[in-house]
């Protein structure tokens, strides 16, 4: 018990550090990729530091709630999701409930951004849920690839079924595939970059943050991006220690950026299409493929 408590101390601040890393590399990556020197990779922990000392400006209670619910549901899901053999919070259902947890992001930042009042919040909030209406029915249907082929609903067995085997992108290239292809939409990254779109709707939801409230959002969203590699680690990587979980998370982030450096933007149309047709038909005949063997 002692062992676990630390665990649920630790891991989220370890979460919080790769995640912080990850947008500080990305900044960097892409400034390389466009020929410019780009920021410091730790340019997000001087952001940070910065916008705690500003001052903040709160539209109302539900405003306030709205960023504590989307920030706590995040660090919830992190205990859930293995990353090198820990978890502080497995058991045999951990998969529904991860699947659960990943509404309560989008879900507090809609009911932050409602209570801002502002058109550009809205109209980013509209393009949040449809791109996630997009992107969760090819996401499910790799979800549910993977439970029927191993036969659980439990991430720590599936992870040690694929230490014990081969990895499950072995055994499941489409649902796989289908993730990776989904993937910069759950980012939020090019070609999906449409929620916030600084150049068309101003930040979209973000819009009317500022000070702490864009600090803990930036938090939020450092969460959100380990929690989405580590699960694609987990489901297709067969995990592994925490060095090696790291180094596959890095190349799969990598990959993200690379697309995310030449691909144009996509109107929210063109995003569900693109996620409904591809990614939903190599996830479903995964799914089909995965119930005939098991």
Request: glycine share 12%; net charge positive.
């Given at each position: 018990?002692?062992?676990?408590?630390?665990w649920i101390i630790v891991l989220p601040i370890?979460?919080?550090?790769?995640?912080v890393f990850f947008l500080g590399l990305s900044r960097k990556v892409i400034a390389r990729i466009h020929r410019r020197y780009?920021?410091?990779i730790y340019q997000?922990?001087?952001?940070?530091?910065?916008?705690?000392?500003?001052k903040s400006i709160s539209h109302g209670r539900l405003f306030d709630m709205g960023v504590i619910l989307s920030l706590a549901g995040s660090i919830v899901l992190v205990l859930f999701i293995p990353f090198g053999g820990i978890a502080p919070l497995s058991g045999s259902g951990d998969f529904l409930v991860v699947l659960y947890l990943m509404l309560l992001a989008p879900?507090?930042?809609?009911?932050?951004?409602?209570e801002g009042a502002n058109p550009n919040i809205s109209i980013g909030i509209s393009r949040k849920m449809m791109l996630s209406l997009g992107y969760e029915v090819p996401l499910l249907f790799s979800i549910l690839a993977v439970m029927t082929y191993y036969k659980t609903t439990s991430l720590v067995e599936i992870t040690k079924a694929q230490q014990h085997l081969s990895w499950g992108v072995i055994y499941l290239p489409l649902p796989a595939i289908a993730y990776f292809m989904i993937l910069p939409a759950m980012?939020?990254?090019?070609?999906?970059?449409?929620?916030?779109?600084?150049q068309e709707i101003s930040s979209g939801p973000s819009v009317e943050y500022g000070g702490r409230y864009l600090a803990l959002m930036t938090v939020e969203h450092a969460f959100h991006t380990f929690i989405v590699l580590a699960?694609?680690?987990?489901?297709?990587?067969?995990?592994?220690?925490?060095?090696?979980?790291?180094?596959?998370?890095?190349?799969?982030?990598?990959?993200?950026?690379?697309?995310h450096a030449v691909f144009p933007r996509f109107r929210i149309d063109q995003a569900i299409k693109y996620c409904w047709k591809w990614p939903s038909i190599l996830a479903l005949a995964g799914l089909v493929?995965?119930?005939?063997?098991?």
């Open positions: 018990m002692v062992i676990k408590a630390v370890i979460a919080f550090i790769i995640g780009g920021p410091p997000p922990v001087i952001d940070l530091i910065k916008l705690m000392n500003q879900l507090g930042v809609a009911l932050s951004g409602g980012l939020g990254i090019r070609p999906f970059d449409i929620v916030s779109a600084p699960l694609f680690v987990d489901l297709f990587l067969g995990g592994g220690n925490p060095f090696t979980f790291f180094v596959k998370m890095l190349v799969v982030f990598l990959l993200g950026l690379f697309i493929i995965a119930y005939v063997v098991a």
